[in-house]
């Protein structure tokens, strides 16, 4: 007997208002990541010398890179985010729209999986940053002390 894989999803039904929730805690989130940028910003300036001296140059180059990429996926999806907000009144204006509805529950539903998957990424990228610089900072000390001896 030969089986077939079906790829089966499992939506739940949100209500405008929880959508207009979530789209809300997005909107926090991904403005909260927009500043940690700025940080990863000065962060890396206060560190550039000590990341071109580094024997993981092409890594610390690529990790600026992706930061650089993660900086503009934030910022489309702030904007995504905002457009979908102000569209929700498609499922509260009273009319009965059934295709303009579910191409808004699709919308939405496309956003929870580009939403989960950038925050997987970045969590990532920002453990594989704060690794380098630990790795630095470790360097730097150790150097210190070899230097007070």
Known sequence: MKTTKKNLAYTEWLSAEE?????????SELNFIKDEHLFFEDLVTKFTSQLL???KFAD???IVDA??????YNNQLI???KRHENQLYVMVDGVDQKEVEKAYTKEHQNLTVAISDFLKEYKSLK???YNI?????????????????
């Open 19 to 27: 959508m207009h929730t979530l789209s809300k805690e997005w909107l």
């Open 53 to 55: 001296a580094t024997e």
């Open 60 to 62: 610390s180059k690529e």
């Open 67 to 72: 930061i650089n990429r993660s900086e503009k």
């Open 79 to 81: 904007d995504a985010v």
């Open 127 to 129: 453990m594989q940053l």
């Open 133 to 149: 610089i630990k790795h630095i900072r470790k360097e730097e000390k150790t150097s210190h002390l070899l230097e007070r001896e």
